[in-house]
C-alpha cells in the first residue's frame, strides 16, 4: 500500500511538467496566485495556478497546473511592481523552462524542491494584467489562509518601522514565513545552535496547544457544561483545534505538523478512553505525516524534529512523575528541591537533544555548534516565552494595541542577537566537518543510543562516555577519508561544478588544491561562492586551498571569490585582473599573495605540473588596457604522466591564435601523447574553439560550463557542431550536472557525472 501510494504521488507531479516544446516561448497565462507570495515591490517569486494558456491562438491543452513564477522589474523600466496577493486572479505574459536546477553534490536541489511542490515549471513574467483582485470560493478554505497570512504578514511590517533588523524573525515566529531573515543573521543563528527556535518549532505549537485547551477549561467549567461532557475532553479538543489553526498559519511545516498530530492523537485517545503510550503518540504522528507527504524525509526538518522527540521519549522513559518527583508527593518536597530537580531534567534534556541531532546536523549542513547548549539555555526561554507570545498577542489585536507588544519583542531579540553575535565570532564557536559517510553515522547512532538510554547517570557516566566517544571519528579526519577516493602521488582529479553560466573548477593532487574561478553573482546578494561552491567545499570538509586561479575580471569568474575569502583559506591568488579590481584590495586587506598570470609560469604539486599558455608574457595588467577581458584569459594545463587537463576561461580567437603559435614551437613536445581533455574556451561561444586549436590539440574529450537555457545562446551550434565533426565527445554541465574528472598516472582518465538516468527522466 505504501509502494502504490507513493508511486501515485510521483505520477501525478510527473504529469505536470511543461512540455519540451514550449520551453522560451512566450505564453499568455490565466489564473490565480495560489500562495503566501516572496519578496517586496522590487521583486517577488510566487506560486501560479494556470487556467488557461495561449501560444499565439492556440488554446494548450495540456499544461502544468501549477508553476513557480518570478517577477523583477524591467531593467529598461524599473519601476516597482504591484502588490502579488494570494488569492488575486492575473493575465501573464512568460517564458517558461522545466524545472531545472543546478546539480552538485552537498548543495540545494531545486529540481527535488520543485517536484515536492508540484510546480510543473518556473519562469519569469514580461508583463501582467490584473483581472480580479480576489478570486476566492467559500469551500477555498486553503487560498482563504494564504489570504489570512498575507494580511497579518503586512500587519506585523506596518507595526515596526522600515529599519526593524528582526522584522523577518517575528513573521518567522508567528507565521512560519522565514525568508525576510537576513543571511547574516541566519549565520549567526546557525553557528549558535538556534536556528529550530526562529520558526514555528513543536515548542511553540505545545506552547498554543496548552493555552487553547486551558482557556477552554477554564470557560466550559464555569456553568453546568461539564455535564454535558467532562472539561478535560474539551480542553483536549480545544487544545487540537488551536494547533491546527496555528500549524496551518504556519505553513505545515514539518515540525508544527508532528506537533499537532501528536496533539491529536492525545485528544483521540482521551475522548476514547485509551492510555496511550508516548511512543505510541510519535508512530502515530509519523504515519501521519508520510501518507500526506511521503518526500517528507528529504527535508532536513523530518529527521531534526522526529529525531529529537524521540530521543527525549527514549532517554527519559523511566522517569517517574513530574519532574523526577513520584507523583502524589510533589507538594512534600520543598520548592528549592524542586527547582534543582526541574533544573537537572532541564540539562538532561538539552544534552540528550544535542547528542542525538549530532549525526543528522553533520549530515546536512556540516557543522557542529559548541556554545549551542550555551546558546540554547538563554534563547529557549527568552524566545519561547517572551518573544513569542508577544509577537503573536500584537499580531492578532488591533494595530493600535499591537504595536506596543511588538516593540519589545523586537528589542527582546535584538539583546539577544547582540549576545549570539558574540558567541558566534568566537573562534571556537562552531566545529566543521565534511558528510560523514554511512557506516560513521551508524557507529555514532549506535553509540548514542547507548550514552542517552535510560537510567541513573552517576553510576553509568563512565559507560556513556564511553558511548559519545563513538562519535569521535565525525571529527578526525583520518577517518574521514577511509571511504573517499584517494589521490595518489603523480594523480589529479578535477571537480566541475554545474555552476550556471560561469566557471568552477576544483583540481586535487595528493596534498595540493587549486581553485580555477569561483562562478557567477546573481543580485547584490546571491553568488555561486555562497549557493553552490561554498557548500561543495564544506560538504567535502574543505576549509583550505593553496591557490586561486581567476581567468579573468568578468563576473560569471570572479563573482564568487570575496564570499569564500570570508569562510576557505587561501595561500596565494593568480589571476588576469586589472589593477583597480575590487577583489586585489580584498587580497592585500587579507595578506593573500597575488600573482600576474602570464605564460611560462610552471610549478610541480605531487608529481602533477601546472603551466600556463596565455596571456603573453610581457602582459601589463593596467586599469586602461586595450585588450578585451576574453582575450586576457589566464589559461592553465595541469598534466602528468598520461593525462592534461585545459582550463581556458574565456579565452577567444585572437588568444587561441596565440596559443596555436606556442603550440607550433618547440613547447608542444612536451604534451606528447597524453589524453587531453579540453574545456571549451567561453563556455562554448562562437568566437572560442576554433578549428586550428581543436586540431592542433587532438582533445580526446571536451567539456563546457554554461547555464541551463542561457540568454547568450552557449554553447553556438556551429561549435558543438565543430566537436562533433571531430569526433570529440563533448559534455555540458546542463546535461551531465556536477563532473569529476581523475586523471591516473597508468591508465586513460575515469568520469562521473552526477546528474543520473533518474534525473534525467525530469526533462524527457
Same mark, same amino acid.
Given at each position: 500500500m505504501g509502494f502504490a501510494w507513493n508511486a501515485r504521488y510521483a505520477e501525478n507531479r510527473l504529469e505536470n511538467i511543461l512540455a519540451t516544446e514550449l520551453e522560451g516561448k512566450e505564453l499568455n497565462l490565466d489564473g490565480r496566485v495560489a500562495a503566501l507570495p516572496q519578496g517586496n515591490s522590487s521583486g517577488a517569486k510566487f506560486a501560479f495556478e494556470v487556467d488557461r494558456a495561449t501560444l499565439g491562438k492556440d488554446v494548450l491543452d495540456l499544461f502544468p497546473r501549477r508553476i513557480y513564477l518570478s517577477w523583477q522589474p524591467a531593467w529598461r523600466n524599473p519601476q516597482a511592481i504591484p502588490d502579488i496577493i494570494p488569492g488575486q486572479r492575473w493575465k501573464f505574459k512568460s517564458k517558461l523552462?522545466?524545472?531545472?536546477?543546478?546539480? #552538485?553534490?552537498? +548543495?540545494?536541489?531545486?529540481?527535488?524542491?520543485?517536484?515536492? $511542490?508540484?510546480?510543473?515549471?518556473?519562469?519569469?513574467?514580461?508583463?501582467?494584467?490584473?483581472?480580479?483582485?480576489k478570486d476566492i470560493a467559500r469551500t477555498e478554505i486553503e487560498l482563504r489562509m494564504e489570504l489570512m497570512r498575507w494580511h497579518l504578514r503586512k500587519k506585523i511590517r506596518s507595526m515596526l518601522p522600515d529599519d526593524a533588523r528582526y522584522v523577518g524573525v517575528l513573521i518567522a515566529l508567528v507565521m512560519g514565513d522565514q525568508n525576510a531573515i537576513?543571511?547574516?543573521?541566519? $549565520?549567526?543563528? #546557525?553557528?549558535?545552535?538556534?536556528?529550530?527556535?526562529?520558526?514555528?518549532?513543536?515548542?511553540? =505549537? &505545545?506552547?498554543?496547544?496548552?493555552?487553547?485547551?486551558?482557556?477552554?477549561?477554564? =470557560?466550559?467549567?464555569?456553568?453546568?457544561?461539564?455535564?454535558?461532557?467532562?472539561?478535560?475532553?474539551?480542553?483536549?479538543?480545544?487544545? @487540537?483545534? &488551536?494547533? @491546527?489553526?496555528?500549524?496551518?498559519?504556519?505553513?505545515?511545516?514539518?515540525p508544527a505538523q508532528r506537533t499537532m498530530y501528536m496533539v491529536g492523537v492525545v485528544a483521540f485517545a482521551l475522548w476514547t478512553g485509551r492510555n496511550p503510550r508516548s511512543f505510541d503518540i510519535w508512530w502515530w504522528a509519523l504515519a501521519f505525516v508520510l501518507l500526506i507527504d511521503p518526500m517528507?524525509?528529504?527535508?532536513?526538518?523530518?529527521?531534526?524534529?522526529?529525531?529529537?522527540?524521540?530521543?527525549?521519549?527514549?532517554?527519559?522513559?523511566?522517569?517517574?512523575?513530574? *519532574?523526577?518527583?513520584? &507523583?502524589?508527593?510533589?507538594? $512534600?518536597?520543598?520548592?528549592?528541591?524542586?527547582?534543582? $530537580?526541574?533544573?537537572?531534567?532541564?540539562?538532561?534534556?538539552?544534552?540528550?537533544? +544535542?547528542?542525538?541531532?549530532?549525526?543528522?546536523? *553533520?549530515?546536512?549542513?556540516?557543522?557542529?555548534?559548541?556554545?549551542? %547548549?550555551?546558546?540554547?539555555? @538563554?534563547?529557549? %526561554?527568552? =524566545?519561547?516565552?517572551?518573544? &513569542?507570545?508577544?509577537?503573536?498577542?500584537?499580531?492578532?489585536? %488591533?494595530? @493600535?494595541?499591537?504595536?506596543?507588544?511588538?516593540?519589545?519583542?523586537?528589542?527582546?531579540?535584538e539583546y539577544l542577537a547582540i549576545a549570539l553575535e558574540w558567541m558566534a565570532n568566537w573562534s571556537w564557536s562552531v566545529v566543521w566537518s565534511r558528510q560523514p559517510e554511512w557506516w560513521l553515522l551508524l557507529a555514532a547512532g549506535v553509540g548514542i543510543v547507548y550514552a542517552i538510554r535510560p537510567g541513573d547517570i552517576a553510576d553509568t557516566w563512565k559507560r556513556r562516555l564511553l558511548g559519545i566517544a563513538f562519535s569521535v571519528p565525525l571529527f578526525i579526519s583520518p577517518f574521514q577519508q577511509l571511504s573517499a577516493s584517494r589521490i595518489s602521488q603523480g594523480e589529479f582529479r578535477a571537480s566541475v561544478l554545474d555552476i550556471g553560466q560561469g566557471t568552477a573548477v576544483l583540481i586535487e593532487t595528493k596534498n595540493r588544491r587549486l581553485l580555477y574561478d569561483t562562478g557567477p553573482i546573481q543580485g547584490k546578494k546571491d553568488d555561486a561562492g555562497q549557493r553552490i561552491i561554498l557548500p561543495y567545499l564544506r560538504g567535502r570538509g574543505i576549509d583550505h586551498i593553496d591557490r586561486m586561479v581567476i581567468s579573468h575580471s568578468d563576473s560569471d569568474h570572479v563573482g564568487g571569490a570575496a564570499t569564500l575569502l570570508k569562510h576557505i583559506h587561501f595561500d596565494s591568488m593568480m589571476g588576469s585582473l586589472p589593477s583597480n579590481n575590487p577583489l586585489l584590495k580584498n587580497l592585500q586587506q587579507r595578506r593573500i599573495p597575488n600573482i600576474p598570470c602570464r605564460y611560462g609560469q610552471r610549478w610541480m604539486w605531487d608529481g602533477v605540473e601546472f603551466f600556463i599558455w596565455h596571456p603573453d608574457e610581457t602582459t601589463v595588467f593596467s586599469n586602461q588596457h586595450p585588450g578585451k577581458p576574453n582575450e586576457m584569459s589566464c589559461v592553465l594545463e595541469v598534466r602528468n604522466t598520461q593525462s592534461s587537463l585545459w582550463l581556458t576561461g574565456d579565452v577567444e580567437k585572437q588568444g587561441e591564435a596565440k596559443i596555436t603559435e606556442r603550440l607550433d614551437a618547440d613547447m608542444f613536445k612536451v604534451i606528447g601523447a597524453r589524453e587531453l581533455i579540453f574545456m571549451a574556451p567561453h563556455h562554448g561561444s562562437k568566437t572560442s574553439s576554433s578549428l586550428a586549436l581543436l586540431k592542433r590539440l587532438d582533445p580526446d574529450q571536451a567539456f563546457a560550463q554554461n547555464g541551463y537555457r542561457n540568454r547568450y545562446g552557449h554553447p553556438h551550434p556551429d561549435v558543438t557542431a565543430r566537436y562533433r565533426g571531430l569526433d570529440i565527445p563533448f559534455y555540458q554541465t546542463p546535461e551531465t550536472g556536477f563532473q569529476t574528472w581523475l586523471f591516473k598516472n597508468n591508465a586513460k582518465s575515469s568520469t562521473h557525472f552526477w546528474r543520473h538516468d533518474i534525473k534525467r527522466l525530469w526533462h524527457r
Open positions: 523552462k522545466r524545472p531545472y536546477g543546478s546539480l #552538485n553534490p552537498f +548543495t540545494f536541489d531545486f529540481e527535488r524542491w520543485s517536484f515536492h $511542490q508540484d510546480f510543473g515549471a518556473s519562469g519569469s513574467v514580461r508583463a501582467g494584467e490584473l483581472l480580479l483582485d537576513n543571511q547574516d543573521d541566519w $549565520q549567526v543563528f #546557525n553557528a549558535t545552535g538556534i536556528g529550530h527556535l526562529i520558526s514555528i518549532s513543536g515548542l511553540h =505549537v &505545545t506552547m498554543l496547544a496548552g493555552v487553547g485547551a486551558s482557556f477552554a477549561a477554564f =470557560v466550559w467549567r464555569r456553568r453546568t457544561w461539564p455535564l454535558i461532557a467532562p472539561v478535560s475532553k474539551v480542553a483536549a479538543i480545544s487544545g @487540537f483545534i &488551536t494547533a @491546527f489553526v496555528y500549524a496551518w498559519l504556519a505553513g505545515f511545516q514539518i517528507a524525509p528529504y527535508t532536513p526538518g523530518f529527521w531534526l524534529s522526529f529525531g529529537a522527540v524521540a530521543a527525549i521519549l527514549y532517554a527519559m522513559g523511566d522517569s517517574s512523575g513530574l *519532574l523526577g518527583i513520584p &507523583t502524589g508527593k510533589g507538594l $512534600q518536597v520543598h520548592w528549592t528541591l524542586r527547582v534543582a $530537580q526541574a533544573l537537572r531534567e532541564a540539562c538532561r534534556v538539552q544534552a540528550v537533544v +544535542t547528542l542525538a541531532l549530532l549525526p543528522f546536523t *553533520l549530515y546536512w549542513f556540516y557543522q557542529v555548534s559548541v556554545v549551542s %547548549p550555551l546558546a540554547n539555555a @538563554f534563547a529557549i %526561554p527568552l =524566545v519561547s516565552y517572551i518573544v &513569542t507570545p508577544l509577537a503573536i498577542i500584537g499580531a492578532l489585536l %488591533p494595530e @493600535f494595541i499591537g504595536r506596543w507588544l511588538m516593540w519589545p519583542a523586537h528589542a527582546a531579540m
